[in-house]
Structure formats: C-alpha cells, structure tokens
C-alpha cells in the first residue's frame, strides 16, 4: 500500500488542511494508458453565468458515475456517464489500496496553462456528509493552492503526473481551493473521485441523454469556477 508524504508547510499539525499526498500513486504504464482513454472522453465546456453574462468555463469536464448520481457542478446539472474500464479500475485501486470509497469521478482537463479552476469548496449537498475526496493527477504540473477561509492564508502544493491527493474531511469546511492559470505549461489531466448519495436528484438514467443543464436559477451567477 502507497504511504503518504507529510507535507511541510513550517505550520503546525493544527493548522494544516486535513490531506494525505501520495506522490507517484500511478505508474508510468497506468498514467499512460489511462492519458490514451480520457483521449475518448466526452468533454465538453459548459457555460455558466456569472453576473448576467454566459461564459464557457476555462477548462473542459466529464463526469463519470453510477446510475442515480447525477451531480450539480458549477451551477450545472450534469448527468451521470457510465464509467470508462480504466477509470473504473482506478476507482478499485483506491477502494482496494486506500479503502477510499467513490461512485463518481470528476474529470477536468486543462487544455493549457490558460485553462484553471477558481477557488472553491467541493461542499455540494449531494456529496454524502463526512466524505472525502481524491484527486489524482495525470500530464503537465501545475500549482494547487489553498485559501483558509476564515484567514485569507494560502498554501500551495505543486501537483505532478501520477500523484494522489486525498482531501480528507472537513477540509472543504475550512479551505477553498484552486488551480490558477500558469504561463507556458501544456495539457493536464485531473480525476477528482467523490461520493454522492444516490438519487440525490432524481433517478438518473444512461444513454444519450448525456452532458449539461442549466441549473435552476437561483444557483447561477455566484460561482467562477
Ligand atoms: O484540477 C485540480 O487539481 C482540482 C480540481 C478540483 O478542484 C475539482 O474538480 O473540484
Ligand atoms: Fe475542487
């Protein structure tokens, strides 16, 4: 089983975001094969709108996960998928390795150093309370930085192809967090593996009915991300 890297921030345990750094989680092989199967993936870039105006998000998504997990992402509804056979698998090896437990799994690609993820907190109602979350990197690196909410401090991280960053709870209780754009770098891949409480809106059903609605109103307009 993989072992986690403490990581030092010169901060005390007390003050660190609750996360477990696994560098090198996924072999060469694994990184590559899987980077071949994400190539088949249906990305897409919803817009979302942001005081008054639609604007496509700066970063395409999938979201993959069981029957009934449909997800509300960015002010988006988005339908549940059915897994890809190496996402799948990746989703064992947590489970098998970690005893991490998912049912979804996130997939954003950064088609370039201009393409980022706004601060947030992955703090959705339709993740099951108390989950955690595991992020795993696949392509260029790049900087994950964090923002304690009640401070406005920031730490950051540099995340490198392979690695697996758990985000334990309450970490998105107490912490945003963010990928800001980063001249110059190329494609990168990332697997956020979350657990959702089934049914959550609704039976979902699989088949072509695929992509993105617009959520109901009221939720739209406060998010950057
Ligand atoms: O790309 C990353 O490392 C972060 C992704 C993320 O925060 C998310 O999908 O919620
Ligand atoms: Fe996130």
């Not at 998000?57 to 069981?66: C, H």
């Not at 190496?86 to 996130?106: D, P």
């Not at 696949?138 to 401090?153: M, N, P, Y």
């Not at 979902?204 to 998010?223: C, D, M, N, V, Y």
Request: aromatic share 10%; net charge neutral.
């Amino acid at each position: 089983m993989s072992k986690g890297v403490q990581l030092d921030f010169g901060l005390g345990d007390a003050e660190l975001p609750p996360m477990t750094y696994i560098p090198g989680f996924l072999d060469q092989a694994r990184q590559d094969a899987l980077w071949a199967e994400a190539g088949r993936y249906p990305f897409e870039s919803p817009s979302i709108r942001v005081y008054g105006k639609w604007h496509p998000i700066p970063r395409q998504q999938v979201w993959f996960a069981d029957p009934g997990c449909d997800y509300v992402y960015s002010s988006l509804l988005v339908k549940a998928l059915p897994w890809p056979p190496l996402a799948a698998r990746l989703r064992a090896k947590l489970e098998r390795e970690l005893g991490f437990v998912s049912n979804g799994v996130l997939v954003n690609r950064y088609r370039s150093g201009e393409d980022a993820m706004g601060f947030h907190s992955d703090d959705e109602p339709e993740l099951v309370p108390g989950s955690d979350i595991a992020s795993i990197t696949l392509g260029a690196s790049r900087e994950f930085v964090l923002k304690d909410k009640l401070t406005g401090r920031r730490l950051s991280l540099v995340l490198n192809s392979g690695d697996l960053l758990l985000m334990h709870h309450p970490m998105q209780q107490h912490w945003q967090h963010g990928l800001p754009r980063c001249k110059g770098v190329g494609e990168r891949l990332n697997f956020t593996f979350r657990l959702l409480t089934p049914g959550f809106h609704g039976t979902a059903i699989h088949g072509t009915a695929s992509g993105s609605a617009e959520r109901p109103a009221k939720l739209t307009g406060k998010i950057d991300r």
